[in-house]
């Protein structure tokens, strides 16, 4: 039977997963390239990264607030976590599906409601991605990731 590791060796497992997330860290990109293939790549690339920074920036302080034992914060931003994490896994997900199909100009469409999408002005023309169903993507890929977001 495994032992249950104590709330100290979790905290310590997600500081060392973040310092590998923090190795991805990119601080210069190259300008934007004139070919709309590599353009959609590198707007991907902008994209990911400050995806990456803000989901390292949110576990940094969730983990500080639980190590303060102040869980309410520490559940909300670990709540933050989840839903950037999703969304990315979703934007992924149907990259990969607009790439197979060789469809740029619907990947270029998902860029544009990854980045500037919005649920407040029905005139904007990019909506956003709604974060239930990406959280029900990754569920269907990660059984319990919905439950444990729900919890």
């Known amino acids: 039977m495994s032992e249950i590791p104590t709330d100290q060796e979790l905290i310590e497992q997600a500081k060392s997963h973040l310092a590998g997330l923090r190795g991805e860290f990119v601080d210069h990109l190259e300008p934007i390239h004139p070919a709309p293939r590599a353009r959609l790549l590198q707007i991907y690339e902008v994209w990911r990264q ?48 607009h790439t197979e199909k060789s469809d740029p100009e619907s990947i270029y469409k998902l860029l544009l409601a990854a980045l500037f999408g919005r649920k407040d002005d029905d005139s904007w023309p ?16 990660f059984k319990g990731f919905k439950g444990e977001y729900d919890h």
Not at 78 to 93: A, C, L, M, S
Not at 127 to 135: D, G
């Open 126 to 141: 990019e909506k956003a991605i709604q974060v239930l169903t990406a959280i029900g993507h990754m569920d269907k890929e």
């Open 50 to 97: 400050a995806n990456l920074r803000r989901i390292v920036d949110l576990s940094d302080a969730a983990i500080l607030m639980f190590e303060q034992c102040r869980l309410v914060p520490g559940c909300t931003l670990t709540r933050g976590v989840f839903e950037t994490i999703g969304v990315q896994y979703y934007i992924h997900k149907k990259m990969v599906e």
